[in-house]
């Protein structure tokens, strides 16, 4: 008897750790799936400034592309041409800010934490399999 007893202590002592360890794992999960999600937001944030500069540089060229067919209009001097150039610079700089500001929306959405939920999955399935041997 007493030899059943102490198998029952190491058994109580196993369950003991399995139980810890899962429930450090489960806290890790649950890290992992906070700090992919913050990543995600500012990732769409990033996006939404760019989106936001490119709208207001916009504008700006918009701006200059009136006075420049308004000097055009009214001088025929090069005036109009230096105009034209700096409007084409700024519809660049609108070109650049919208594919940042495109790269920064894919990579943040949708703001789901998919490592941390296949880091679960392959979890669950490993103790799955262990449990069944």
């Given amino acids: 008897m007493p030899r059943a007893t102490e198998h029952e202590a190491k058994l109580g002592a196993s369950a003991k750790q399995v139980a810890e ?3 450090a794992l489960a806290r890790l999960e649950v890290e992992l799936a906070t700090l992919e999600v913050k990543r995600k937001i500012a990732s769409l944030g990033r996006g939404a400034a760019f989106a936001a500069a490119a709208a207001l540089v916009l504008l700006y060229a918009l701006g200059f592309g009136l006075a420049s067919a308004a000097a055009g209009i009214a001088t025929a001097t090069p005036v ?3 105009l034209l150039i700096v409007t084409g610079v700024l519809v660049i700089l609108i070109a650049l800010l919208g594919v940042l500001a495109k790269i920064s929306f894919d990579r943040g959405a949708p703001p789901m934490p998919d490592q941390a939920i296949r880091e679960a999955k392959l979890t669950r399935e490993t103790l799955r399999h262990d449990g069944e041997h």
């Fill in 80 to 82: 109009w041409a230096a």
């Fill in 21 to 23: 360890h899962a429930s």
